[in-house]
């Protein structure tokens, strides 16, 4: 999402644009244009923590300026435009609604593009049906590359060389290397603008636009997702931030689309702020490597890509079938890797690796979501002279089984015993232990896994308070450790979407440290 642009004259250009811009009233640091000085404000007209620089590693990108602590919002966005998702379902255009034979919704009356209902006919819909209607097109029977025309037309109306978007990159000889990709979109999606459209744009202008949509669009769920698709936003100045799988802030997007940027960690001015473009943490590095290389077309160099063992986690790492010690992967080139054993320098293909991990995602796939603790418990064990403890797939079933062990049927926590109990705390320990040196700071997962983790914790230090295992002072001591813990988790994910599940734990979590405090009077 970085920037095209090479330099920047901070002292008399805007912050965001490269036009002109007057110093900030209120902070005396940034100039800004009028049209972006509202980003360089929060709503409580304060100054935003941020500023644009260039690099000679990174290029043009956002810096702390000035020291933030954990959990301060730094930045607040709007989208500059709000579109379909590329692989979408069949979607009302204007509200993003599934549409299905049970509620087919209706055609727009104007270009039949599809609807949800007369109410969505105007909304973000309105300025594409415009243009449609002017060049007398109609879209019956809408697909998914009608919805990336519909996008296309949508930021090419946000003007691709305007203030707003002329920073972005487009990655265009990148694309053209694309050679299938690229002649689908030239027939399906620039034929269509440039010939249907009575000329409005130049073949330039529209890849320009597809090479934005395609860099610089952040998915999220554009609401409930069993009622609603996924939209793709474009942001101003979010656009800017890049990329660390080690980010030090976090994003959160409202109910209006709008976001907000967390620090995750302490920033200290200067320091570059990166945010994810990856939608989780769990992937291996040939994983991350590869989908940031076909989507944004660069090699991640970040702390944690550029160490094999990932700060001795080996979450990419396999089993040596030799001598059992971990094979670290290894980048070949042109998507070729390769996994090598650090003991006794056995060379594990890619195809092998790749069909133990496929074996053991299928496994993992067929679990049966009501019943599945003792299949996973069953998994692990099958594979643990495969793959290392703390592989990705490894953790991230060990993750599951921290929330269904409580919460399946004969596994809830009154049917639990006591070695159930020890097993649950043991994985929400091992799993936050590793989870910490890949994605540390005040993440949402360490919240949750904090309040999933207070439970056994509680119940086994009851247990041995109850027996005489250790005095009241001791039981006192540990209590109060715990509702540090949990208030700490509660911080964390109270900054999340009312509606999210996180903020929902957080409700729990004061519950429980309610509770607590009542042991302790």
Not at 358 to 387: G, M, N, T
């Amino acid at each position: 999402m970085a920037s095209r642009q090479d330099t920047l004259d901070t002292a008399s250009t805007c912050w965001l644009c490269p036009d002109r811009g007057t110093t900030c009233e209120v902070c005396g640091n940034v100039p800004a244009c009028e049209q972006h000085l509202k980003h360089h404000r929060k709503c409580d007209r304060s100054c935003l923590p941020v500023e644009v620089t260039n690099t000679t590693t990174t290029g043009r990108c956002l810096v702390a300026s000035r020291k933030i602590p954990e959990l301060e919002k730094v930045l607040e966005d709007s989208p500059l435009v709000i579109l379909p998702d590329v692989n979408t379902p069949p979607v009302c255009v204007s509200c993003l609604r599934r549409l299905s034979s049970a509620t087919p919704g209706h055609p727009c009356a104007v270009c039949h593009l599809p609807l949800c209902g007369d109410t969505c006919q105007g909304g973000l819909h309105d300025k594409e049906c415009r243009v449609l209607q002017e060049a007398g097109v109609v879209m019956d029977k809408c697909g998914l590359w009608d919805y990336e025309v519909v996008a296309t037309i949508r930021v090419l109306l946000v003007g691709v060389n305007s203030s707003l978007l002329t920073s972005m990159m487009e990655h265009l000889e990148e694309r053209i290397q694309e050679a299938d990709l690229w002649t689908a979109y030239q027939e399906k999606v620039v034929t269509f603008i440039t010939s249907k459209l009575g000329g409005r744009w130049e073949e330039e202008e529209v890849q320009r636009a597809i090479g934005i949509l395609r860099t610089n669009a952040y998915s999220v769920e554009a609401g409930d997702q069993t009622q609603f698709g996924m939209a793709r936003l474009i942001f101003p100045v979010v656009s800017i931030m890049n990329h660390s799988c080690q980010p030090n802030t976090r994003c959160v997007v409202r109910k209006d689309f709008k976001l907000e940027v967390y620090s995750q960690t302490n920033i200290q001015e200067g320091q570059e702020m990166t945010i994810t473009y990856l939608p989780s943490t769990f992937l291996t590095l040939p994983q991350r490597r590869t989908r940031l290389l076909n989507t944004w077309f660069f090699t991640c160099k970040c702390p944690r890509c550029s160490d094999p063992t990932e700060f001795g986690t080996h979450f990419s790492s396999t089993l040596c079938p030799s001598c059992g010690a971990p094979c670290l992967p290894s980048d070949k080139g042109e998507g070729g890797w390769e996994w090598q054993c650090g003991s006794c320098g056995k060379l594990l293909p890619q195809k092998l690796v790749g069909n133990m991990v496929d074996r053991v995602e299928k496994e993992v796939e067929e679990l049966d979501p009501e019943s599945c603790v003792q299949e996973s418990e069953d998994i692990l064990e099958r594979f643990a002279k495969i793959l290392h403890p703390h592989h990705c797939l490894m953790l991230q079933i060990k993750a599951r089984l921290t929330k269904v062990y409580g919460s399946e049927e004969g596994f809830l926590r009154h049917q639990m015993d006591e070695d159930d109990v020890k097993r649950k705390l043991e994985l929400c320990e091992e799993v936050m232990s590793v989870l910490e040196a890949l994605d540390p700071g005040q993440t949402d997962w360490k919240g949750s896994l904090v309040y999933e983790k207070n439970w056994p914790a509680m119940t086994l230090l009851q247990s041995q308070f109850s027996m005489g295992k250790i005095s009241r002072k001791v039981y006192k001591k540990s209590v109060r450790k715990l509702i540090s813990q949990l208030q700490a988790a509660k911080r964390t994910l109270e900054i999340e979407d009312e509606n999210s599940y996180e903020h929902k734990i957080s409700e729990k979590i004061s519950k429980a440290v309610f509770s607590m405090e009542n042991l302790l009077k």
